[in-house]
């Protein structure tokens, strides 16, 4: 029994330390940031900066989601891209509201497809959400003609439609709001419901989840829609601030939202992570873009930092699981 | 892998038929094939077949490291970066002013550069995944940002242009009546397809992905193998920049965008398990044929590229989705 | 008399892992021309020993030798180039391979440039499969073969090379008796070429037929090593469990039979098994005994919903049901306690208290979110009842031992407070006292009122807590015992299809 305690004792400070490495590693981040770059730790930059991860941020939560279930979805860029022409394309055609309205249906129903496709029929979620990538992209070039959409320049100024992405509320920028917001809520309904107890079940084990009683096509169905959602709210805060929108405006997306997802400390084999590990890692990933800026490095150096940074934290974050360093493969 | 089937039994109708089953994304290439040869008068021409091989050797390139990659039970989403990276070294270097007088001998440091790059990188990946334990798809979804962010940074982000025209002329140029970009393809098509199927490397990389466990237990150095595999694959993307920038006589720092998820999709046309273990170069040479043949086709028929994407899309999972059915085991399966 | 010096000794060998001393001062040595047995119960620490062999661990303290000289095992390459080659219990083979690369993987012959020699291959892995009687070619797809022959492949490593060890962890386990007499003629051959064997299984027949030392292990320490000659299966049994064993005694205390809970009448699943027909009354374990691949499991995975039925009708509480799924199982008041804890019993990454509730999570609802309070009571109350040894409940259960895993599995199940109880394998890996404990448990359960089924492939645990046994053979149930009236003769004779006259 003593044996039992002392390794579970020491499994636990080491799995404390693993569990909140990502929150270590954000304080003193922000630390050596704030003594190290000037103007860094302003109210001015920081806003700055959480207001451009929003986007990034609100996609990133419903990844998470779905990474916590135990799948992958590479589909999300775009499918903002398709979102976001979309919503801006029928916000002159059929007015903002009943805009928002279809855009919302139509990239649910691709979150439908991706969820049938993966939750019903079983298929390897990397594969399907590839080709989704591909076909939603080809959509949207369909959708447009090819054309890039944009409002009409005489209502930009006017349309309550500019509220998502350029207003703000006692200060604060509407996109942060929108973020922290929607990630309370996700954050909470993963956390404390069942039905986010059910994804982390599905997630770290679907087997015996499905030995429990628990309806594992359903629930991996259902993580999809989420992330369509997310990326639905994404599109309204991204139309709404550039007033326009590329064909491929959310191209690589899929991939730096997923780069958050797994700095935050969200194992991509499922069942472990959470949305607050996500908001601080893709506002990590902000705040090295922003740093490397003000120090004046060109940038893209930000991506070779994010490069080292990631493998760095999952490295570590898998080495604290296994025990050791390195991995015992000769 | 050894030739498992057996051939002494039945005729040849019946081994193709058997083949065709182990193969069967080369179905769908004849299909495609006598499709775009009945539907449009421009296709069966063979300036059009030598396009087709042409425009097929960049994506055929990456793809052919990427299998074994794959077989590993590995994943590789730098390729597009290193491309890029590759690229981008081979037209600026062989520019260098201490290489002026070096004549046609000055694309040579260039062409030196790119692949060694390529071949580091890959070496990084490997080594990464094999001492750190850390997932190659990880890995390299880093690598895919960084190795990119070193281009743009490296190029300022600016096109190089190839000052030496020999260069740009090797793109366009022929070997024993066929392009040359296509024979490259084609030959080292072949030397892979031997590598993975005579030698004992080509053994151990189904090995390692079938039972990683089984493998280490059988005292192969599955780390050491996985970089080299990295090795080949990073080899490949960097050659495929290069045979790129030759055909543009430049290099842009968004060469090669995307690509990964293009090769990767041939490859699992291509009959490749995503869990490693299973897969051929005969497959991915097919699956890259398919990709191509559609591309051109649909080109030739005024199909808007669009709805080339939509369809890739739609025929990678219709592919998975069939491999699924008939791979089911009947009314008697657990349901999970 | 000179005994030849060990090909292989061990010496003083110590490994802990953080916690846990899993071996604790081992010695243990083999003659060259021997078979040396090693006993012990699951978690004695006989795998760890092997995986130090293997070089896959690395002993804390203690020294191997090799031939009378110091070595250090560092890896799996390693061991092969001191002459030692494992024999996996779990087959460790590549399915998508033939026949010959697996038998050769990692030492395929070479040509120049790297090339596969085929030739040679084809050559050298027919002479061995001729040795092993084996019907079926070099190049057959290994994953196509039968688990039996599989093994018989894995077995066949033991032939490729000149090894001067040759471990053979459980190579029995699911062999049929022809292949067995087989893989008696190859230890025979290893032994008169001079190799060392060490031959690791439970079933006391082939150690006392085969081996001539017999070593024991019990919770990793070292407990002696016997001349096979002079001792017998009691005395390695009170060595390897401290106790004599009481396993035999049997279950007399029936509860009070009450209601028919279930009644099954010609259940079938495809080939998995047929015309499954029998009842289980309130207060009752009916206990089902037969072979591996039997159709057991396959069963009571049926029961669950787990696996849809080709024919016949379940019946609870006399009421006609179709069982679509596990969550429409659990509503009709079914709990399964299945095989493989690991794989379907727990979401290791979860605590304790989360998957003891993870069944009924919706009913534990406080407005949208899940009721803490409610939910640490439900693991209070079972922690307590079960005596579960986890230092909170917030402790990941892949950090519990084997047998508080399995606590945890039938805590999950019996707060969902089912009419039937269905236990599968309920003790496997499990160490002896956790066993006898749970043993003890499904007894108290039976006179509360479930209505059990346990799976089991162990008869002294079968015969142990039933008040009914029901024999299977190749999906098909061939006798019905009582507990008072059956013999262990009859039960070996029921499950190897030997006799099928239904008696009752």
């Known amino acids: 029994m003593a044996a039992l305690v002392g390794r579970l004792g020491n499994g636990d400070l080491k799995g404390l330390i693993a569990r909140n490495g990502i929150f270590i590693a954000f304080v003193v981040f922000m630390i050596a940031f704030g003594i190290g770059v000037d103007r860094f730790l302003t109210f001015q930059n920081l806003e700055n900066v959480v207001k451009t991860t929003a986007i990034i941020g609100v996609i990133a939560l419903g990844v998470t989601v779905v990474v916590l279930s135990g799948n992958l979805d590479l589909s999300v860029g775009s499918m903002l891209s398709f979102g976001t022409v979309m919503v801006v394309d029928l916000h002159d055609k059929i007015g903002p509201g009943a805009g928002i309205l279809v855009m919302m249906i139509a990239v649910l129903a691709l979150g439908a497809v991706n969820g049938l496709l993966i939750g019903f029929l079983r298929l390897n979620s990397l594969i399907v959400t590839l080709g989704m990538l591909s076909a939603i992209q080809g959509l949207t070039l369909i959708y447009s003609g090819g054309k890039n959409v944009d409002i009409d320049p005489s209502t930009q100024d006017t349309t309550w439609f500019r509220v998502f992405g350029r207003g703000e509320i006692a200060g604060v920028d509407m996109p942060i709001i929108i973020f922290f917001a929607l990630a309370v809520v996700i954050g909470m309904i993963v956390a404390y419901t069942p039905y986010g107890r059910r994804v982390y079940a599905v997630g770290g084990n679907p087997t015996a989840a499905v030995f429990s009683g628990i309806r594992r096509n359903r629930v991996v169905f259902s993580t999809y829609l989420v992330s369509a959602f997310c990326v639905g709210i994404a599109s309204i805060i991204l139309g709404s601030r550039v007033m326009g929108s590329q064909n491929t405006v959310g191209q690589g997306y899929e991939l730096l939202v997923l780069a958050g997802v797994i700095l935050g400390g969200t194992s991509l084999l499922g069942g472990s992570g959470s949305i607050l590990k996500t908001v601080i890692g893709v506002l990590i990933l902000g705040f090295i873009q922003n740093g490397l800026l003000l120090l004046g490095y060109p940038f893209f150096a930000q991506w070779i930092v994010t490069w080292v940074v990631i493998i760095l934290a999952v490295w570590l974050d898998v080495a604290a699981k296994r025990g050791r360093l390195l991995s015992p493969i000769a | 892998m050894a030739d498992i089937t057996a051939t002494q039994d039945g005729s040849g109708a019946n081994r193709f038929l058997h083949w065709i089953i182990h193969h069967p994304i080369w179905a769908f290439v004849v299909i495609v094939f006598i499709f775009f040869s009945v539907m449009n008068e421009h296709f069966f021409a063979l300036g059009n077949f030598k396009n087709i091989l042409i425009q097929a050797s960049t994506l055929g390139l990456i793809a052919l490291g990427m299998t074994l990659v794959m077989i590993n039970g590995n994943i590789d989403l730098s390729v597009g970066a290193v491309v890029a990276l590759a690229a981008s070294l081979t037209v600026d270097i062989m520019g260098w002013p201490m290489f002026e007088g070096w004549g046609n001998w000055q694309i040579l440091p260039g062409v030196l550069a790119g692949l060694a790059a390529g071949v580091l990188l890959g070496a990084l990946n490997g080594f990464i995944v094999w001492k750190t334990g850390v997932d190659a798809f990880i890995v390299t979804l880093g690598a895919m940002l960084g190795v990119r962010g070193l281009v743009f940074v490296y190029t300022e982000e600016q096109s190089f242009f190839a000052m030496n025209f020999a260069y740009s002329d090797f793109g366009a140029s022929s070997l024993v009546g066929l392009p040359t970009l296509a024979l490259i393809f084609l030959v080292f098509t072949a030397l892979v397809h031997i590598l993975l199927s005579r030698t004992v490397h080509g053994s151990n990389t189904y090995a390692v992905g079938d039972n990683r466990e089984a493998a280490v237990n059988a005292g192969i150095r599955v780390g050491p193998h996985m970089m080299i595999n990295f090795m080949i694959v990073g080899f490949f993307a960097a050659l495929a920049g290069i045979t790129l920038s030759t055909q543009m006589g430049a290099s842009t720092p968004n060469l090669g965008t995307n690509f990964e998820l293009w090769v990767i999709t041939a490859v699992v046309l291509g009959g490749t398990k995503l869990t490693g273990g299973a897969g051929s170069i005969i497959g991915t040479f097919g699956g890259v044929l398919a990709i191509q043949i559609l591309r051109n086709g649909m080109n030739l028929m005024q199909v808007p590229a669009f709805w080339v994407l939509v369809i890739l899309g739609s025929i990678l999972i219709g592919v998975l989705f069939l491999d699924k059915q008939l791979n089911r085991k009947g009314a008697e399966e657990l349901r999970l | ?504």
């Open chain 3, 1 to 504: 008399m000179t005994e030849p010096n060990p090909t292989l000794r061990l010496k003083g060998i110590v490994k802990t892992f953080p916690g846990v001393r899993a071996l604790d001062g081992v010695d243990f040595d083999v003659r060259p021309g021997e078979v040396h047995a090693l006993m012990g119960e699951n978690g004695a620490g006989k795998s760890t020993l092997m995986k130090i062999l293997a070089g896959v661990y690395h002993p804390d303290e203690g020294q191997i030798f090799i031939d009378d000289r110091p070595v250090v095992i560092r890896s799996p390459i390693e061991a092969k180039e001191h002459g030692i080659t494992l024999i996996h219990q779990e087959l460790s083979l590549a399915e998508e391979m033939s026949v010959a690369e697996n038998i050769f993987l990692g030492e395929l012959p070479r040509k120049k440039w790297g090339f596969v020699d085929w030739k040679t291959l084809d050559e050298r892995v027919g002479t061995i499969l001729q040795k092993l009687n084996a019907d079926w070619g070099p190049r057959t797809r290994i994953g196509s073969l039968s688990i039996a022959k599989q093994q018989m492949c894995e077995i066949a490593r033991a032939l490729t090379h000149s090894a001067k060890i040759v471990v053979f962890d459980e190579p029995t386990a699911s062999l049929t008796d022809a292949e067995k007499v087989v893989l008696f003629d190859v230890i025979e051959d290893l032994k008169a070429e001079g190799v060392g064997i060490v031959y690791i299984s439970h079933r006391m027949e082939e150690i006392f037929k085969i081996t001539d030392r017999i070593s024991v292990l019990r919770d990793g320490s070292y407990r002696g090593t016997l001349n096979t000659r002079e001792t017998d299966e009691d005395e390695i049994t009170q060595m390897m469990i401290g106790r004599s064993l009481e396993l035999h005694r049997r279950n007399i205390e029936h509860a009070e039979e009450g209601e028919e809970v279930l009644s099954v009448e010609g259940l079938s699943c495809g080939r998995l098994f047929q015309d499954v027909s029998f009842t289980v009354k309130a207060g009752e374990i009916v206990g089902f005994y037969g072979l591996v691949g039997a159709g057991r499991t396959e069963m009571a995975e049926t029961l669950f919903g787990l696996r849809r039925p080709t024919a016949g009708k379940i019946r609870l509480a006399g009421e006609e049901v179709h069982i679509g799924s596990p969550s429409e199982a659990i509503e009709k008041g079914i709990s399964l306690v299945p095989e493989n804890r690991k794989e379907q019993g727990l979401v290791l990454g979860m605590n304790c208290r989360d998957n003891i509730t993870l069944p009924q999570i919706d009913d534990l609802t406080a407005g949208p979110f899940v009721a803490n309070g409610a939910e640490v009571a439900i693991y209070d109350m079972y922690r307590d009842r079960l005596q579960i040894k986890a230092p909170t409940w917030r402790t990941l259960v892949g950090s519990l031992s084997g047998g508080n895993q399995q606590k945890i599995v039938i805590g999950k199940w019996l707060s969902m407070k089912p009419r039937l109880l269905i236990v599968d394998e309920p003790t496997r890996g499990i160490d002896v006292g956790s066993k006898s404990e749970i043993h003890k448990l499904l007894r108290e359960l039976a006179h509360q009122g479930y209505a059990i089924i346990v799976v089991s492939s162990e008869m002294p645990e079968v015969l142990h807590v039933s008040d009914r046994i029901i024999a299977m053979h190749n999906g098909r149930i061939t006798r019905t015992f009582s507990a008072d009236a059956v013999t262990e003769e009859d039960l070996i004779q029921a499950i190897s299809g030997l006799t099928s006259d239904k008696a009752a």
